[in-house]
């Protein structure tokens, strides 16, 4: 078993920026692929941001790619997603996700709300 618990979202203006952390236990956090989703208002969850277990290999949605940058600190168990030139459609309930897999992940964390105001 994996917990997972997200922290720093909020309310920031368009062109703003924010950093999630997500800290995880019940395993050893370098054995566990990390990542991010979102999902926003009447849309299902889709894929933001993944990291390898090293943290070497990173992959991006093209809606993040050159905004957003996912990161690891293996000494903290803890997984970053900070986002800059962030824009309305940001907007989103963000969720940690440990065990990445087709489709989805094997944990999931409870989702910090990120709001981007126009």
């Known amino acids: 078993q994996v917990q997972l618990v997200e922290s720093g979202g909020g309310l920031v203006q368009a062109g703003g920026s924010l950093r999630l952390s997500c800290v995880a236990s019940g395993r050893p956090f370098s054995t566990i692929g990390m990542g991010w989703f979102r999902q926003a208002p009447g849309k299902e969850r889709e894929f933001v941001a993944s990291i390898s277990r090293s943290g070497y290999s990173t992959n991006y949605a093209d809606s993040a790619k050159g905004r957003f940058t996912i990161s690891r600190d293996n000494a903290k168990n803890t997984v970053y997603l900070q986002m800059n030139s962030l824009k309305p459609e940001d907007t989103a309930v963000y969720y940690c996700?440990?065990?990445?897999?087709?489709?989805?992940?094997?944990?999931w964390g409870r989702g910090t709300q990120v709001t981007v105001s126009s």
């Open positions: 996700a440990a065990d990445l897999k087709l489709g989805g992940a094997g944990y």
